[in-house]
């Protein structure tokens, strides 16, 4: 099953802020401006799953070795060397567009 834009979109705290503001043109809330902080991966999907239609991460073990998470809620998980700003933000086109693209329950592993 796909979604239709606009996507109701969940930022993970392990994201740096400035990235975050890299993904405003898909009006992203954060797990800090819910008053989310330290819950964890199980029990983050479990609340965001009413709410939003993907969690974007940058938690290359989030997931575990699943690509499908039993919840209705698509995982976009992107993979770096490093979370540092500089070297994440060239990556954030392809981040965004799995963002747009990735199906409910299915975890998209994006290698930057």
Do not use: Y
Not at 4 to 26: I, T, Y
Not at 46 to 64: K, S
Request: aromatic content about 4%; hydrophobic content about 45%.
């Amino acid at each position: 099953m796909t979604l239709s834009d606009p996507r109701r979109l969940l930022v993970d705290e392990c994201v740096p802020r400035r990235l975050v503001r890299a993904l405003a043109d898909l009006n992203p809330l954060t797990v800090q401006d819910l008053g989310w902080t330290g819950v964890k991966n199980g029990s983050l999907l479990e609340l965001a799953a009413d709410r939003f239609d993907v969690l974007f991460t940058v938690d290359r073990n989030f997931a575990g070795a699943e690509d499908t998470v039993p919840h209705p809620i698509g995982v976009v998980i992107l993979i770096t060397r490093s979370t540092d700003f500089e070297r994440v933000l060239p990556h954030m086109d392809i981040a965004k567009a799995a963002i747009r693209t990735v199906r409910i329950g299915d975890v998209v592993r994006v290698h930057g």
